[in-house]
């Protein structure tokens, strides 16, 4: 919040003022002036423009999007359509769709998928860096996620970070009257928690985000890390070795011992439930505290992921929207990115996700959302501790496999079973060299 | 009855005047002809068979056989998503056998496949000779048995989550209540355990298409022939085994290898579940292959894994269909 200061009184209408000037468009004369300024080309009539993308986790953040589409489809004469599927069908719609060049013309990408579909996508160059001009230079793992080689193969568009959501409360009760800065600390209060029946909550199965988190973050954190620079398998360190033992460590201490068979909504339940006291997450649990468990909102508040002897981390993949290479309507299709990134039109979207998403570079941290609710800062702050899948590598689709392997995931998993550490750090090396080949 | 209607016809057919058909006419009128020598054609009894042929080996060639030849292409390429594939041979079979995941997927989708439709089968038979006997909403009874195969996978499945919930298992809620257990037991959260509780999912959803495939071949079972065994002094276990079983014998082996391969290839359930977790405990062919292809874009070294099913199945199915010869 120190960094705010002096700002508070930035209102919504006053950000969008300097908001517009800064892009030079004239935002008093309403969206057809913004279009006019841009001298948004007219698309012949008929021009179909196509957009996939996931169903959030925060509706509101669907019904804006719908109708920003709409808009532009007004402004620009062009037909859209948008479509809305489960993130786990987003894989498969999307490897149908370049294989038999035929679909979508704007897909969302999530993480580094970028990379992963380069070769049916095309670049946007142009649009990302026209963005980056303006609103200065992206976070780091939005922009690795997204150039492939040199080329933008998507334009960034936010992150999704997942920060601590405690009982600050039951913290307070356990000794600890802010939440703590590094993971020794955090271990502290945690040993107290669990003693009083109140264990913090970690997934350690197979679902898409929670494990992950925990295991990219803590390797990072206590310097550990799949792969270095080039490529090359490096996971067998003591720094990786202390993490493992760290985590082994913790889970006895302080974790609820279910979250070997938990899932991504695991920890959700279990928190509003009251079952765990601090588990790491989207703004999601807060939401919906906010709308159906208030006096857990109450006494809920969020903090950053601890810093470790290496430094403090976040796995955060980004989000961004691609063009595909196959798509007749490319250039209404960047008119449509360029619009929508553009700040008037970002920042009804955001503020819509309501502290939910981040913006792709630091100007967004200026949103005016970000008063409203101090409780949500450090999600805001996350972005810039954020790394990609395969740091300090690329983000290739060597580091997707070992991710959809599970690799470092069940490193832990295993040890946290009993494996000795030394042994699940060496079987994670013999399979990230198989990954990484 | 069945010879009288089909001699007369294959008598006509093998006349060879049935197929020649006097020249003239079909030269004489020019507008005539086609549907005259379409008509001929069709008489012609390997041309109107393959006419008639024609749909079903469209559908087959293009639903069942393009995409397996497709398949088989993936599998011996290095194909990612948007590249075209170059040929590797079986490097991506090589591969497969040097991966620990593969291999215990490998190893789980057999345990699962054969305990699954083992446990089908016990349990099958069982309600299949129950629901035989004559008693009070004998119809509905037997008609509900078939609502956990026509519910939606996915849906059943999500329902079963709830009951191995970690927090909230109804069935840890229970046993507690009934004092038999003092902690909890996290059904999905050891290899062994979750994969038991795989098992036992299967089994409640696959069972019913046992039992009532089952029920129908015990109904074609003549009464005739227990009479009979009974008088000669067999009693129930007897008259059971050595005569229901030798009867309703193919009808079993056929339902057998309809659910083993329907097993051998199972993906939503144990997708939804567990992912193939914890630590990779639970992949089978199906989800490995899914993850490999869909999430990491590999499509050839997905489709080698999949692949992978392939000889086993091919290998139930010769037997099978062997034995169900032989013994007719």
Redo the contacts between chains.
């Keep these: 919040m120190a960094m705010h200061e002096g700002q508070g009184s930035i209102e919504r209408r006053a950000f969008l003022r300097v908001a517009g000037a800064a892009t030079g468009a004239a935002v008093t004369g309403g969206i057809p002036a913004i279009v006019g300024a841009q001298k948004a080309p007219s698309f012949p009539k008929g021009t179909k423009l196509s957009i996939l993308e996931w169903v959030s986790f925060v509706p509101a953040s669907d019904v804006e999007f719908k109708r920003l589409a709409a808009e532009f489809g007004k402004l620009a004469g062009v037909d859209v359509t948008v479509d809305q599927i489960n993130m786990n069908d987003l894989?498969?719609r999307?490897?149908s769709a370049?294989?038999t060049k035929a679909g979508p013309d704007i897909i969302m990408m999530i993480s580094n998928w970028p990379h992963?579909?380069?070769?049916?996508l095309a670049d946007v160059d142009d649009v990302a860096e026209e963005i980056a001009q303006r609103d200065g230079a992206y976070y780091e793992h939005n922009k690795k996620v997204s150039v492939v080689g040199n080329r933008w193969k998507a334009v960034p568009l936010c992150s999704v970070p997942s920060t601590w959501a405690y009982r600050e409360d039951w913290f307070k009760e356990a000794g600890a009257g802010k939440w703590p800065d590094t993971w020794d600390e955090l271990r502290k209060v945690g040993i107290e928690l669990k003693k009083k029946n109140r264990p913090m909550g970690q997934a350690?199965?197979?679902?898409l985000g929670d494990?992950n988190n925990w295991a990219y973050s803590v390797t990072w954190g206590f310097g550990g890390a799949e792969v270095d620079q080039s490529g090359k398998v490096v996971i067998n360190s003591k720094e990786t070795l202390e993490a493992v033992k760290f985590t082994v460590a913790f889970w006895k201490d302080c974790l609820?011992?279910?979250?070997?068979?938990?899932?991504d909504s695991?920890n959700n339940?279990?928190y509003l439930?009251g079952?765990i006291s601090a588990t790491i997450n989207g703004a999601s649990i807060y939401f919906v505290a906010k709308r159906q468990f208030p006096d857990i909102a109450k006494v809920t508040n969020h903090g950053h992921m601890p810093k470790g002897p290496g430094g403090r981390f976040y796995s955060i993949g980004g989000q961004g929207r691609a063009i595909m290479k196959y798509s007749k309507n490319q250039q209404a299709a960047k008119e449509f990115l360029r619009w929508f990134m553009d700040r008037p039109q970002y920042d009804k979207w955001m503020a819509a996700n309501d502290g939910y998403v981040v913006g792709p570079t630091p100007y967004w941290e200026k949103h005016p959302l970000w008063e409203r609710d101090p409780k949500l800062v450090p999600f805001k702050e996350a972005s810039k501790f954020g790394r990609w899948p395969g740091y300090p590598g690329a983000p290739s689709?060597k580091a997707?496999?070992a991710?959809?392997?599970?690799i470092l995931?069940?490193m832990y998993?295993?040890a946290i079973?009993g494996m000795k550490p030394e042994d699940a750090v060496k079987w994670a090396e013999?399979?990230l060299k198989?990954a990484y080949a | 009855m069945a010879d009288q209607r089909i001699e007369p016809i294959l008598a006509e057919s093998a006349r060879p005047t049935a197929v020649a058909i006097p020249a003239p006419v079909a030269v004489s009128v020019p507008g005539f002809r086609r549907p005259r020598r379409l008509g001929q054609l069709l008489e012609r009894q390997d041309i109107l068979a393959v006419v008639l042929l024609a749909p079903t080996l469209t559908i087959l060639t293009l639903f069942i056989a393009y995409p397996f030849v497709l398949g088989i292409w993936l599998a011996v390429s290095d194909k990612?998503?948007?590249?075209p594939g170059a040929f590797v041979g079986l490097e991506n079979f090589r591969?497969n056998l040097?991966?620990?995941?593969f291999l215990r997927a490998f190893q789980n989708t057999f345990v699962y496949t054969f305990i699954a439709t083992a446990l089908k089968l016990a349990l099958g038979m069982l309600a299949a000779l129950l629901l035989n006997h004559h008693f009070r909403f004998k119809r509905i009874v037997r008609a509900s048995m078939l609502l956990p195969w026509i519910v939606p996978t996915v849906l059943s499945t999500l329902a079963w989550?709830w009951m191995?919930?970690?927090?909230?298992s109804v069935f840890n809620w229970m046993l507690m209540n009934a004092g038999l257990i003092s902690k909890?037991i996290?059904?999905?959260?050891?290899g062994t355990l979750?994969m038991g509780c795989l098992i036992a999912v299967n089994v409640w959803r696959g069972m019913p298409f046992f039992a009532i495939t089952l029920l129908a071949g015990l109904q074609t079972v003549n009464p005739d022939l227990h009479e009979a065994a009974e008088i000669d002094g067999a009693n129930a276990w007897q008259r059971y085994w050595r005569v229901t079983l030798p009867l309703i014998k193919p009808i079993m082996l056929v339902v057998v290898l309809f659910s083993m391969i329907a097993t051998f290839a199972d993906f939503q359930l144990i997708y939804v579940l567990?992912?193939?977790?914890?630590?990779?405990s639970t992949h089978v062919f199906g989800t490995y292959a899914y993850?490999?292809?869909?999430?990491?874009?590999?499509?050839g070294q997905g489709a080698s894994i999949s692949l992978s099913l392939f000889p086993f199945l091919l290998a139930v199915i010769v037997f099978q269909l062997w034995y169900i010869r032989r013994s007719d």
Excluded: C
């Excluded at chain 1, 992963?116 to 049916?120: E, P, Q, R, S, V």
């Excluded at chain 1, 991710?403 to 599970?406: A, F, G, Q, S, W």
């Excluded at chain 2, 191995?164 to 909230?168: G, M, P, Q, Y």
């Design positions: 894989n498969p999307i490897t370049i294989e992963l579909y380069a070769d049916g350690f199965g197979h679902s494990p609820d011992e279910g979250g070997l068979a938990w899932d695991s339940r279990a439930a079952t689709r997707s496999e991710l959809v392997k599970y995931v069940d998993a295993q079973k013999g399979e198989k | 990612v998503v948007g590249r591969v040097n991966d620990s995941i989550q191995f919930d970690a927090t909230f909890r996290l059904w999905l959260g050891d979750a567990t992912r193939g977790g914890p630590y990779s993850e490999i292809a869909m999430r990491a874009a590999k499509l």
